[in-house]
Nanobody
């Protein structure tokens, strides 16, 4: 089992940037596929980005492609989400997630953090 803790959320103006971080426990961090998701009030949880075990492959939802970048540092047990050109519709609770089988797509995540709030003002 892995524990995940997100940080870096906050309030920003439209067009601004934020970098989210997720710290993971465990010595087998590099074995996990990782992803970022978000959930806005009244909406379903939405997949944003995923990254493979080595960090060599990434996957993005169309809604954030070109604006968000996922990365990981296995030596530090960290995964990041750099968010640029933020829009009010990006306002949501952002979660990082891990899959013990190495998957990093929409489905199959085993572990979830508690989330960090991102609010984008117009």
């Amino acid at each position: 089992q892995v524990q995940l803790v997100e940080s870096g959320g906050g309030l920003v103006q439209a067009g601004g940037s934020l970098k989210l971080s997720c710290a993971a426990s465990g010595r087998t961090f590099s074995n996990y596929g990782l992803g970022w998701f978000r959930q806005a009030p009244g909406k379903e949880r939405e997949f944003l980005a995923g990254i493979s075990r080595s960090g060599g492959s990434t996957l993005y939802a169309d809604s954030v492609k070109g604006r968000f970048t996922i990365s990981r540092d296995n030596a530090k047990n960290m995964v990041y989400l750099q968010m640029n050109s933020l829009k009010p519709e990006d306002t949501a609770l952002y979660y990082c997630a891990a899959d013990r089988s190495g998957r990093y797509g929409v489905n199959g995540m085993d572990y979830w953090g508690q989330g960090t709030q991102v609010t984008v003002s117009s």
